[in-house]
DNA sequence: CGACAATAGCTCACTGAGTGAGGTAAATTG
DNA sequence: CAATTTACCTCACTCAGTGAGCTATTGTCG
């Protein structure tokens, strides 16, 4: 960064560049997820839509056509597009909410699941395993952290 | 997720969920991308792009055409037309290199950072507030596991 | 209750971002 | 100094994403 932009403060250079640290490990998990797509013929944006699903699942969330748009950050016919495609593909099944007539509620397959483990499982396995070799102490200290930085950005 | 993919191990587990969090994280820094993206007019890749660039300067590498492919896990066609937009819209300069006659080096404008400033400054304070509530060693604890974290990713 | 508005999701026509094929020029190799 | 590799580019095309606008269901309020 040019000078100027930024008042001289030690404290607050080390504490950006943690922050772009982790906006280094956010990047890699993002080709990740396009080195995942191409090695399945998928697209990027599908494949974002698979993961995000399976965290719906994972926390026991219903998933709508209009909760992956906003998870998108697209349109809602562009999601319409995204689930026509998965659904094709077997990854996810589209079925009418009990509660409300006009909304869906969409299941991810069997299929689908396993393709993301087969991908993302070593990748996870590693995280894991990184994460592990850490105290319990120190563990708990980077929860609270991204908890807190959960917040901060929305 | 489904019963029977994954062993109980509450340990595990643990570290599963502080995984997660962190790709929470690292999902919302990407939506942050693309609110940006349509406040500017710009396009999510072109963003990408140049945020990449500014990492470069900030870190005093040179990026190439080719580099910023990689960066952003593209071809090197959709990455010319990538700088060809970010060249018209005035955030980025292209120079011959000296050393490389077939390479050129890719020079972000005053603009185009004051611009990054503009939207990412009040996020990157944020985030930066964030960090510094914590002590130095909680920060070191934080920065050592993400820097190994980049490297299992790897 | 019945009119009115809001919400969830969709189709259609179109734009343009990204890809594959292939080309040029500079650097490297044997 | 030919042959190969590397860096970047143009061209033609495809299809992902958008805007406009539709239908059906739910919610609101006199």
Redesign the interface.
């Known amino acids: 960064?040019?000078a100027g932009?930024t008042p001289h403060d030690p404290?607050?250079a080390?504490?950006?560049?943690?922050?772009?640290?982790?906006?280094?490990?956010?990047?890699?998990?993002?080709?990740?997820i396009?080195?995942f797509a191409k090695t399945t013929g998928l697209h990027g944006t599908d494949v974002r839509a698979l993961v995000?699903l399976?965290?719906a699942?994972?926390a026991g969330a219903e998933a709508t056509p209009t909760w992956l748009a906003q998870?998108l950050?697209m349109t809602s016919q562009a999601t319409t597009a995204v689930i026509h495609r998965l659904e094709a593909a077997g990854h996810v099944e589209r079925r009418r909410s009990r509660t409300d007539g006009r909304s869906s509620h969409l299941q991810v397959s069997?299929s689908a699941?396993a393709l993301g483990?087969q991908f993302f499982g070593p990748?996870?396995d590693?995280?894991?395993?990184?994460?592990?070799?850490?105290t319990?102490s120190?563990?708990a200290?980077?929860?609270n952290?991204?908890?807190?930085?959960?917040q901060?950005?929305?």
């Not at 952290?145 to 959960?150: E, G, Q």
Request: proline share 0%.
């Open positions: 960064m040019r932009v404290e607050r080390a504490a950006l560049e943690l922050v772009h640290r982790l906006r280094d490990v956010a990047l890699r998990l993002d080709l990740a396009g080195e995000r399976l965290d699942e994972r998870q950050g069997d699941i483990w990748l996870l590693q995280m894991v395993a990184t994460t592990s070799t850490l319990k120190d563990q200290i980077i929860a952290y991204l908890t807190a930085l959960t901060a950005i929305d």
